[in-house]
């Protein structure tokens, strides 16, 4: 059993829906989670940022982790066309910032169509 | 969060040159810093922690002696790869941070 799975997709909706993006692991131990957003050809971009269980909500982005199910999931309201990309989750021990222990999912590629 | 800068953006050499990939945090001083590899269609693989004044840190299967990494200053990091080969075409990326990673907008290397 891989440490994070992550549905590949692709991932096709039309403009407007609210888009529902998710990763399951293994190892409870995991504290950090990220969801991370990239574009073709370009560096990912952090999104999302949650420590421990919970909801956060930044704009349009609503991250969820259940870490008794260890499931996180990344909902997306009112998707628009610019929302189509790659979609990252990561997840970390301790501080995955300076010690480098970032376990990413293989990524979600969504499209959202005008 | 951090800024991170990477250049080139991309480069095309031929096979057996060597190629420096430089990452620059434009906003904060980096001790460590991280180099990731990309394949197409696949996720981020940690390639080397790279330590300000000592010597990196290289994950199992990553050769150190083909992938140099010297990170002298606070704010640079660089990556040589050494006698290239089309196998190493890949997307290059380097992160930094403290309670999570942020990434440079990445190198993209072609090997001919």
């Known amino acids: 059993q891989k440490e994070v799975e992550q549905d590949p997709g692709p991932l096709s909706v039309p403009e407007g829906a609210i888009v529902s993006l998710n990763c399951t692991y293994s190892?409870?131990?995991?504290?950090?989670f990220m969801w991370y957003r990239q574009y073709s050809r370009k560096g990912p971009e952090l999104l999302m940022y949650t420590y421990s269980s919970g909801n956060k909500e930044d704009g349009r982005f609503t991250a969820q982790v259940d870490k008794s199910s260890k499931y996180i999931s990344l909902f997306i309201r009112d998707s628009q066309p610019s929302d189509s990309a790659t979609y990252l989750c990561?997840?970390?021990?301790?501080?995955?910032?300076?010690?480098?222990?970032?376990?990413f999912g293989k990524g979600t590629k969504l499209s959202v169509k005008p | 969060g951090a800024v991170v800068s990477q250049h080139p953006s991309w480069v095309i050499c031929k096979s057996g040159t060597s190629v420096k990939i430089e990452c620059r945090s434009l906003d904060f001083q980096a001790t460590t810093m991280f180099w990731y590899r990309q394949f197409p269609k696949q996720s981020l693989m940690l390639m080397a922690t790279?330590?300000?004044?000592?010597?990196?840190?290289?994950e199992q299967g990553v050769e150190k002696d083909k992938f140099l990494i010297n990170h002298a200053s606070l704010t640079l990091s660089t990556l040589t790869v050494t006698s290239a080969h089309p196998e190493d075409s890949s997307f290059y990326i380097c992160s930094e941070g403290l309670e999570t990673q942020y990434f440079g907008p990445g190198t993209r290397l072609l090997v001919l």
């Open positions: 790279s330590n300000e004044g000592s010597k990196a840190t290289y």
């Open positions: 990561a997840m970390s021990l301790n501080y995955g910032g300076s010690q480098g222990n970032l376990i």
């Open positions: 190892n409870s131990a995991f504290q950090y």
